[in-house]
């Protein structure tokens, strides 16, 4: 079962209902889901406005088969937490009962992050086979070649993993992230020049125009679905002959549908790269190379990545 949103996971505030709770997770874990599902019933009949237990619920049910009672008890949780931070609307996406949004509940990523950040690199880089900053700077070691970068921007920075894989090619490198424990963990490594916690297009619209001459986002915009926004933004802090490198997880044409984009079964977007380059086109970023390549695996299949360097025109 995926990770429950910190805040939200752990008590209900009763013991008998937390209870249940436990025991419905033990029937879950041994696959019988239809059982956690009744028990689960029977904790929020004592404590009904718990919305984090209405999400384990709905899990319950999906994983049991019933459709329409898990999208009903979804419903609850988006009802009980207008925040969303278990990120019910994705669930209730990817089972055809919601329009997709353009980007997942900004509470639900930053919860899920803050609770993952400590553990973050051990778990991405060595259960996942994580390697993205490190393909994106290789590019960059190919496509221009001695260059130094003065002020460069890491977009939704994580760890710093990205400031790591470049450390000898920046001047000064600044970071943002939504989650402020992955921030935490980045500045332990002292390779920024600054470092924020904000969302990531609210982050742009407030630096000045041409104000780097790097702009990075590795393993980012897989959680924004309609890129144009966060392209522009990051088009008009680039100078003019600056480099802008980032990565998607790469679907086809017919896989993204009319948007460009879909929402995968991981929660994560997919997009099409012709799409993204037409995009990046369309705000005066100019393509240097397009790379096909393994981002991560995903329950054990390789995620296929595209990692896509361009110069500001």
Request: aromatic share 6%; net charge negative; proline share 4%.
């Amino acid at each position: 079962m995926p990770p429950l949103a910190p805040t939200l996971a752990f008590t209900s505030g009763d013991v008998i209902a937390d209870r249940r709770r436990e025991h419905a997770r033990a029937y879950f874990a041994a696959g019988e889901a239809a059982a956690a599902a009744e028990l689960m019933e029977q904790a929020l009949e004592i404590v009904p406005d718990w919305a984090a237990g209405w999400f384990e619920l709905a899990e319950f049910r999906e994983a049991a088969g019933g459709r329409d009672g898990a999208i009903a008890a979804y419903e609850r949780v988006l009802a009980l937490d207008p925040d969303d931070r278990c990120g019910a609307i994705l669930r209730l996406v990817r089972l055809g009962a919601r329009a997709t949004p353009d980007a997942p509940p900004a509470a639900h990523v930053r919860d899920l992050f803050d609770g993952y950040a400590a553990r973050f690199e051990r778990s991405l880089v060595d259960g996942l086979g994580y390697r993205m900053p490190e393909h994106l700077a290789d590019m960059l070691a190919r496509l221009v070649p001695g260059r130094r970068f003065a002020h460069g921007l890491d977009l939704g920075c994580g760890t710093g993993l990205m400031a790591v894989a470049l450390k000898d090619r920046v001047g000064r490198l600044d970071g943002v992230d939504l989650s402020a424990g992955m921030v935490a963990e980045a500045r332990a490594k002292g390779l920024y020049g600054a470092l924020r916690v904000g969302e990531l297009v609210s982050d742009l619209a407030g630096l000045a125009d041409a104000a780097f001459d790097l702009v990075l986002a590795a393993d980012v915009f897989c959680y924004l679905g309609d890129l144009a926004p966060a392209l522009a933004g990051v088009a008009r802090v680039t100078a003019p002959g600056g480099i802008v490198a980032f990565s998607v997880e790469a679907l086809t044409a017919e896989e993204a549908g009319d948007g460009g984009h879909r929402l995968r079964d991981s929660l994560r977007y997919g997009h099409d790269p012709a799409a993204v380059e037409r995009v990046a086109r369309s705000v005066g970023l100019v393509p240097l190379s397009i790379e096909h390549t393994v981002g991560r695996r995903d329950r054990g299949i390789d995620v296929t990545a595209a990692a896509m360097v361009f110069t500001k025109a």
